[in-house]
């Protein structure tokens, strides 16, 4: 693989902590959710990683669109990460892609949508590793 970009976040406290970037960009309060125990009032990696799967989604649907020249109007992308309990002891994430492109025929957009999925790394990293469920909104 040719590196075209590289960065890093620190993370102290755990799921309780403080996670920033090695550029200062970011940088937020990390609680876990009541759901798992936490008291909740911050961000947690699954909204985290939810925010980063969405953004990086509709970038590749986008690019897919641009590259195939086919004409779209506004998009948006909703991730919705469950994190649950494996049978093992172990925890284990899925995820749900609710995608919208506008301008184009439905069928044109699930074909975008497809493709997206094989051009995002976020799907290349979860494939084969967790369920991710596409819907065309």
Do not use: W
């Not at 439905?106 to 494939?127: D, G, Q």
């Amino acid at each position: 693989m040719k590196t075209l970009y590289q960065t890093s976040a620190l993370v102290s406290g755990g799921r309780d902590g403080i996670a920033r970037s090695n550029d200062g960009m970011l940088e937020v309060r990390l609680q876990a959710p009541k759901e798992l125990g936490g008291k909740g009032g911050a961000t947690n990696p699954e909204q985290l990683f939810a925010a980063g799967y969405a953004a990086c989604f509709e970038s590749a649907l986008r690019h897919v669109a641009r590259t195939q020249k086919i004409a779209i109007g506004e998009t948006s992308v909703e991730a919705t990460v469950g994190l649950g309990a494996r049978d093992d002891g172990g925890f284990m994430l899925d995820v749900a892609l609710t995608v919208k492109v506008n301008g184009v025929d439905r069928s044109v957009a699930e074909k975008l949508m497809e493709t997206a999925h094989v051009v995002c790394p976020y799907s290349h990293a979860t494939r084969g590793n967790i369920n991710v469920n596409l819907k065309l909104g």
